[in-house]
C-alpha cells in the first residue's frame, strides 16, 4: 500500500487486523495473545536464550507476565506450528488509556530474516487499535543499525528523544559491558505512515524538509559523525544545519572483539545524535548506507 492508498483509507481495527493477517502469513507464523501460564514460560525462556549468557536469569519473568496480560497489558506470541519463535510485551502509559509502551520484543536467531519482529509490532498495532489507543512507544539501541533501519523505515516510528545510559549496567548477552543509550520513537498508529508501512508498501522520509524554513545555502547535508579508516568513529567539525551521523557495520560484534573501539563509537555517537536530539534537533531519515540524517535547528 502506498502513502497515498494509505491515506485514502484511513487507519481502522479492521485494516489494522488484515494488515497483521498479511504480515504473519508471509512470515509463515500465527500470532495470538499470550494469557496462560505455560505461554508465559515459553516466553521467558525465549527471552532468556536471546539475552542472558548461560544460567542467567530471563530479562522477564513468569509472574511479570502473568500480571500484565491480567490487567489488561499486551503480550503476543508468535508460533511456526507448536513452537514458539517470537513475542512481545508492553504496558498502558500515559497519556491514561490512549498509549502502549512495548517493553520488549525478541524473536528466535534461526527465524531472524523471515519478518517476524515485523508480523509481531503490526499485529500489536492491530491490538492498539482495537483498544482504542492512539499511540505505541518502545526504545532502541541507536547504535545497531539494522534496529535503526528497521524502527524508522521498516515501521516508519517516529524518534522523539535520545537517552544516556538508560537502563544503566546490564552486562547481558547483547550489551556486553556498554552504556545503554537509547532512543524513543512514537509509532503513530493512525498516521497514513504507518498504514502503509504495515501494509509493506513504501513510506516517506520521517521528516520532510522544509525547503522554504531552511534557506538553499543551507541545504547541504555535512557529515558530523563518519566511519574512519581504522573503523573506529571520525568526528567532524561542522555549522551546517543537516547533517549526517553514520553508524558502523556491526556494533555488536564490535562489542565482542574490540570493546574499547565499541565503547568509543558509543561515546561518538552520543555526543553527536544525542547532543544533536537533545539541543532539539530531529532525525529527518535513516538510509541505506546506515547513517542519520539530522536537522539540528538553530543548534547548527
Not at 532502541?140 to 524502527?151: G, T, V, Y
Not at 551546517?240 to 568509543?264: K, Q, S
Request: negative net charge; charged residues 25%; contains cysteine.
Amino acid at each position: 500500500m502506498s502513502l497515498t492508498d494509505a491515506a485514502a483509507f484511513p487507519a481502522s481495527p479492521e485494516e489494522a487486523a488484515d494488515a497483521a493477517n498479511a504480515a504473519a502469513s508471509k512470515a509463515g507464523v500465527e500470532i495470538r495473545l499470550l494469557e496462560d501460564v505455560d505461554d508465559f514460560t515459553l516466553v521467558a525462556e525465549l527471552f532468556q536464550s536471546i539475552w542472558t549468557k548461560q544460567g542467567e536469569a530471563s530479562p522477564v519473568n513468569v509472574e511479570t507476565l502473568r500480571a500484565l496480560s491480567k490487567a489488561g497489558s499486551y503480550v503476543g506470541g508468535a508460533f511456526e506450528h507448536d513452537e514458539l519463535v517470537g513475542a512481545c510485551f508492553g504496558f498502558f502509559a500515559a497519556p491514561e488509556q490512549r498509549a502502549l509502551h512495548s517493553h520488549i520484543a525478541g524473536v528466535s536467531s534461526r527465524m531472524r530474516g523471515r519478518s517476524v519482529g515485523f508480523a509481531l509490532k503490526v499485529h500489536q498495532r492491530a491490538w492498539a487499535l482495537e483498544e482504542g489507543l492512539d499511540e505505541i512507544s518502545w526504545t532502541f539501541d541507536p547504535l545497531i543499525s539494522r534496529n535503526a533501519h528497521f524502527n524508522l523505515v521498516k515501521l516508519a516510528a517516529t524518534p522523539t528523544s535520545y537517552h544516556r545510559n538508560f537502563y544503566g549496567h546490564m552486562a547481558d548477552a547483547l550489551n556486553g559491558a556498554d552504556d545503554t543509550d537509547r532512543m524513543l520513537v512514537t509509532w503513530y498508529v493512525r498516521d497514513p505512515r504507518v498504514v502503509a508501512a504495515c501494509h509493506g508498501g513504501p513510506v516517506p522520509e520521517i521528516v520532510e524538509i522544509d525547503t522554504e524554513e531552511i534557506n538553499a545555502e543551507e541545504m547541504s547535508v555535512e557529515p558530523l559523525l563518519s566511519v574512519g579508516g581504522d573503523l573506529g568513529p571520525l568526528r567532524h567539525r561542522t555549522d551546517a544545519r543537516l547533517v549526517r551521523v553514520a553508524l558502523p557495520r556491526d556494533i555488536e560484534t564490535l562489542r565482542l572483539t574490540e570493546p574499547a573501539r565499541a565503547t568509543a563509537w558509543r561515546l561518538a555517537l552520543r555526543e553527536t545524535l544525542g547532543s544533536s536530539l537533545e539541543g532539539g534537533g530531529r532525525v529527518l531519515s535513516f538510509d541505506r548506507s546506515g547513517a542519520y540524517t539530522i536537522d539540528r535547528g538553530e543548534q547548527g
